[in-house]
């Protein structure tokens, strides 16, 4: 693969290759399992990987990321994946910092325009809604 990735920030990374890999979505006996091709990158980033969506299809999920679960198919049951409040905030913070650092390394330039007037926003009104406990 030769076509460049973009980062959360939109800088440019290079990959270095391709691998697959088998990986495991929920625990036995409520589990799946599929190979995807992974792609490599030499970048800093708070995550180990980042599944796309055709390799998220294939495990045919349900994804709350309010609830942080992700729940899938197993023949005729649902297993689930619970998230970890906590760990997604670091991996936020961290990938944040690890950004940050990057630009302040190669800084981009940027052209910010201002408008004479801004325009108007318009809000809908909305019915209540009823939160369901997760």
Not at 18 to 32: A, D, M, N, T, Y
Not at 100 to 120: F, H, M
Request: proline content about 8%; glycine content about 6%; hydrophobic content about 35%.
């Amino acid at each position: 693969m030769t076509t460049p990735l973009y980062g959360f920030t939109g800088n440019e990374v290079q990959p270095i290759g391709q691998i697959k890999l088998v990986i495991s979505l929920g625990e036995e006996p409520l589990w799946r399992i599929r190979t995807t091709t992974f792609i490599v990158v030499d970048a800093p980033s708070a995550y180990n990987v980042i599944l796309g969506r055709p390799t998220l299809n294939e495990f045919r999920p349900v994804i709350s990321t309010f609830c942080q679960k992700i729940k899938f198919p197993v023949e005729d049951r649902i297993g689930e994946v619970k998230g970890d409040q906590l760990a997604a905030r670091r991996c936020y913070v961290e990938m944040v910092k690890a950004e940050a650092k990057s630009a302040r390394k190669a800084p981009q330039i940027e052209v910010n325009t201002i408008t004479e007037k801004p325009p108007t926003l318009v809000y809908e009104e909305k019915e209540e809604v009823q939160i369901h406990p997760c």
